[in-house]
């Protein structure tokens, strides 16, 4: 064929450059609300959480009613700690961009684990601290003169507790507790390096 | 007659009728001639009014020995102007003969035509000259060879000086005021039959050929209508049997009205042919098949018998060499070979033509009383074919990775139209289509980290193919590149989000697509077609294909 001149090639040209604008961003899609109430709250002590997003926390209004914004859209458990003696887990699987309700949570009575720190010399170590890995249960100051810290209510599950204090190494135990129970554990903390003597 | 060649020269036989296309056999009684008729679609509104004249010309003996003599010029001519003057049927207000021998002098057939001439002419007039005798080729003064008529006074060795050019007398027709003029050349210009060539002439046709050979004087006539008792290549006849001209006494006897073919009440030039042609063919076994050949056609206003008393049944017709030998079908039943025409009940009609087995064209016609149609037209449109189709598209256009449906944007379902025009570009080469198509659905997008998200989706295409199409019968192939400005929108309504994000894009891509046509007109087509564009997903660019697939039905005018 012969070389074509016609000025539609120019246009078809011109056209395939103009290139393109606009475009889609999924981001919102990725993360959802979760609203619920909680039967029997004690609106003093009573927060949300998510479960691996302890960042993710709110605390209840007056009739227990909570909403959760930002967690993921994906299968998450709540943490939820109803009063000074109930706590629940409940998993829900958040939608994006949309808001899901659990409904009414009736949380049961929850586990206390009373943690017992010492000095592997037997003295009380100083500032001794104890957090639940995933929760908001974090930087829990042990009471110097006992060495002893009440960590609860707990729903019923695994936990992994991480205690550390001052140029003492840091330790972590995985304790399962069930509902009600309460539960005594003795923590042996080795001298020696603190690494990095914060509070994670 | 025109067969009377010299029995000493077989070669210039041989040279006629194998290289040169003449007149058919040589033998005594042979003729050649013509019918020309003029048409004025114009004024067919008014068409069959006006008066009716004739000059009829036979020559039966020449000066020159080298024109051997005729037996039934003269007569053909006397009988055809008796049938032509009847009021019950030519209803001609005149009608001159020209058979004496001081009236057939080359100086008398243009007085004659000087006479026809000079005479007030209605536009609707019709005018028939008929002329029986010699015919040959000669060179003109510009040393071109040009056809001659043969008069009683032509001398062989001075054709150019003493004959009537036939550039000449159509010349003279076409001074008439009439714009319905008839002429029939019973002659022919080979050498064979009717026709003796000087010996010059004979040279250099044989050294050049048939190809330079001048084409029948139907051919060269600009709108005109002529109708002859042979074919280019055949030998006209007289036969004692008859006392006629064989197609000539076929004519006189269609003018009777036996030939009215669609009951209108007249008999036009074109049925009395068709009459003389089937009955001369049926007569001489085939050796002699008058034709006839149509330049301007839609019509044929030329009455030679009769008057119309009614519209007439619709006809079709077909005076084109090239559908020569052409079966014409109606409705699955033989009507006729062509050329010629037939007259058909009104109504859908669908024609067929056929040769050998094979099927050349069909379609689904609607014929009404008193229309004419001309199957080359018709012919015309299906070889070239239409030039543009319109279709109607549906169709779904959509990502082609499976990723980006999912979490992008799902197919949306498309409606569209478009128009392609065949042919357009490169000497009738390339394609060139345009299509718009736009959609939108409700789906839902189905994340990793969103779950299920319901989106409602939108776009709008508008493409731009060039590219080859290729026929083999029904079945179609085109493909090609495109252009397409493509927009999409999506839209969440969400507990969340409420929100619409728009995309734009003008990139190039690739179609193909597979059609089968459906009689003349309709035209089922599959399309494919490719887009790559890049698309902008949570701030980074995916270079990503769109595909669509269309089924389209589309009109082919």
């Not at chain 1, 309700?101 to 684990?113: C, H, N, S």
Request: net charge negative.
């Amino acid at each position: 064929m012969r070389a074509p001149r016609q000025p539609w090639l120019l246009g078809m040209a011109l056209l395939a450059v103009t290139g393109a604008c606009g475009g889609f961003n999924n981001g919102p899609l990725g993360e959802g609300s979760v609203r619920g109430r909680i039967l029997d709250a004690d609106v003093d002590v009573a927060w949300v959480s998510v479960f691996g997003e302890s960042e993710l926390m709110t605390g209840v209004s007056s009739d227990g009613r909570f909403e959760l914004e930002g967690v993921p859209a994906r299968t998450v458990e709540l943490f939820v700690l109803a009063s000074r003696t109930r706590a629940a887990r409940v998993q829900v699987v958040p939608r994006g961009a949309r808001i899901i309700d659990v409904g009414d949570i009736d949380a049961p009575p929850g586990a206390f684990i009373t943690v017992q720190l010492r000095s592997d010399d037997g003295s009380v170590p100083e500032e001794g601290e104890v957090e639940v890995e995933d929760t908001p249960f974090d930087d829990l100051p042990v009471d110097p003169a006992t060495g002893e810290l009440r960590v609860g209510p707990l729903p019923a599950g695994c936990y992994v507790l991480e205690v550390d204090a001052k140029e003492h190494a840091q330790k972590e135990e995985q304790v399962c507790v069930r509902e009600g129970e309460e539960r005594r554990l003795e923590v042996v903390l080795s001298r020696g390096d603190d690494d990095d003597g914060d509070d994670d | 007659m025109c067969a009377l060649i010299r029995s000493g020269l077989p070669w210039v036989l041989w040279l006629a009728l194998v290289s040169l296309s003449a007149c058919g056999g040589v033998r005594a009684g042979e003729k050649g001639k013509a019918v020309k008729v003029r048409l004025d679609p114009a004024r067919l509104a008014s068409a069959h009014e006006g008066e009716r004249h004739a000059l009829l010309i036979g020559i039966d003996q020449y000066d020159d020995d080298s024109w051997n003599d005729l037996r039934y010029p003269g007569k053909d001519a006397e009988d055809l102007a008796r049938v032509l003057a009847d009021p019950r049927r030519g209803g001609f207000r005149s009608v001159t003969v020209l058979t004496r021998p001081e009236q057939t002098t080359r100086a008398g057939v243009l007085e004659a035509l000087r006479a026809l001439e000079a005479r007030a002419w209605n536009p609707r007039d019709v005018v028939v000259v008929y002329v029986s005798g010699h015919g040959t080729l000669a060179r003109d003064a510009r040393g071109e060879l040009q056809r001659y008529l043969v008069m009683r006074d032509t001398r062989f060795r001075d054709v150019q000086g003493t004959g009537l050019e036939m550039a000449a007398l159509e010349q003279a027709l076409e001074r008439l005021g009439s714009l319905r003029r008839v002429l029939v050349l019973a002659t022919c210009h080979s050498g064979t039959g009717k026709s003796l060539l000087p010996p010059s002439v004979r040279s250099e046709l044989e050294r050049t050929k048939a190809a330079f050979l001048p084409r029948p004087l139907e051919e060269d006539s600009r709108a005109s209508l002529v109708l002859s008792a042979s074919d280019w290549g055949e030998a006209a006849r007289e036969d004692d049997a008859l006392g006629n001209d064989i197609y000539t006494h076929f004519f006189v006897q269609a003018l009777d009205g036996r030939a009215d073919r669609n009951r209108d009440g007249a008999v036009s030039a074109t049925e009395a042919h068709d009459w003389a042609r089937r009955h001369t063919w049926t007569y001489t076994q085939g050796r002699q098949r008058p034709s006839v050949r149509m330049t301007e056609v839609g019509a044929d206003p030329v009455l030679l018998s009769g008057a119309l008393s009614q519209p007439g049944q619709p006809e079709v017709f077909s005076y084109s060499p090239r559908l020569e030998g052409f079966t014409l079908k109606v409705d699955g039943v033989d009507a006729g070979e062509l050329p010629g025409g037939v007259a058909l009940p009104e109504g859908n009609r669908r024609l067929g033509l056929h040769k050998g087995g094979e099927l050349l064209w069909e379609d689904t016609v609607v014929l009404k009383p008193g229309e004419r149609r001309a199957l080359d037209s018709m012919l015309r449109e299906h070889t070239e074919g239409p030039r543009r189709t319109v279709s109607l598209d549906l169709g779904v256009l959509g990502f082609l990775d499976a990723r980006s449906r999912r979490e992008v944007l799902p197919r949306t379902l498309m409606t569209g139209a478009g128009v392609r025009w065949r042919g357009l570009l490169l000497e009738q080469r390339l394609d060139v289509g345009v299509d718009l198509a736009m959609g939108q659905g409700r789906q839902a997008l189905r994340l990793d980290v969103g779950g299920t998200v319901p989106v409602r989706h939108r776009a709008v295409m508008l493409g731009v193919t060039v590219g080859p199409s290729w026929e083999w019968g029904r079945l179609g192939v085109s493909t090609g590149p495109r252009v397409a400005a493509l927009w999409m929108e999506r839209s969440f309504q969400l507990d969340l989000l409420n929100q619409d994000e728009r995309y734009f894009t003008v990139w190039p891509g690739w179609m193909a697509g597979v059609s089968w046509r459906l009689g003349t007109r309709w035209v089922l087509e599959a399309k494919g077609q490719l887009l790559w564009a890049y698309v902008p997903v949570d701030g980074r660019t995916r270079a990503v294909g769109f595909g669509g697939f269309w089924l389209s039905g589309g009109y082919r005018f």
